[in-house]
Structures are given as structure tokens and as C-alpha cells.
């Protein structure tokens, strides 16, 4: 059987742009629910939407983390050691 070599570590710089990212990303998931959860009454009564199309809206950045935009994918192919860490 092949071993496969474990991967290298990343150099600082790189990690630090990683570990921005990742943050970045969970900072938007927490202000996403922060403005829209307490907004749910207004926009669902503003925009005639019942709970489960709210919810939807509400979790539509989670749906859509998976899928990076073409411009982020040179960069998530660069990233072969963290495939969920793309734009």
C-alpha cells in the first residue's frame, strides 16, 4: 500500500492569511444572525414570508459557503491541505 507523506506545515504568513479567512468567514455567519434574527418579525411581516422562507433566508450564507465564486478557485487548488478553507 502507498503512505502518503503528511502534509507541510504552512509557513507563517500563509497561516495567518488562512486563519484570516476563517475568521472572516464565522465573523460574517455571527453578524448575519445578530441583524437578522431580531429583524425576523419586521421582515417577515414587511416582505408577507412565513417562518420556514425566513429561515431560509436567514441560513442562505450557509448554503452558499460551499460553493466559492470562480475567482476564489486558483486559490482554493493552492490550498490542497485544507479543502474547506477557500475564500
Do not use: K
Not at 497561516?15 to 465573523?27: N, S
Not at 445578530?34 to 450564507?61: A, D, Q, W
Amino acid at each position: 500500500m502507498n503512505q502518503q507523506s503528511p502534509p507541510e506545515p504552512l509557513d507563517p504568513a500563509r497561516e495567518r492569511a488562512l486563519l484570516v479567512t476563517l475568521a472572516g468567514i464565522q465573523f460574517a455567519h455571527i453578524l448575519d444572525f445578530m441583524i437578522m434574527m431580531p429583524l425576523g418579525p419586521i421582515l417577515m411581516r414587511e416582505f408577507g414570508v412565513g417562518t420556514h422562507e425566513f429561515g431560509l433566508l436567514v441560513s442562505s450564507y450557509t448554503f452558499s459557503f460551499p460553493r466559492p465564486s470562480p475567482a476564489c478557485w486558483p486559490r482554493c487548488s493552492s490550498i490542497a491541505s485544507s479543502a474547506s478553507a477557500c475564500c
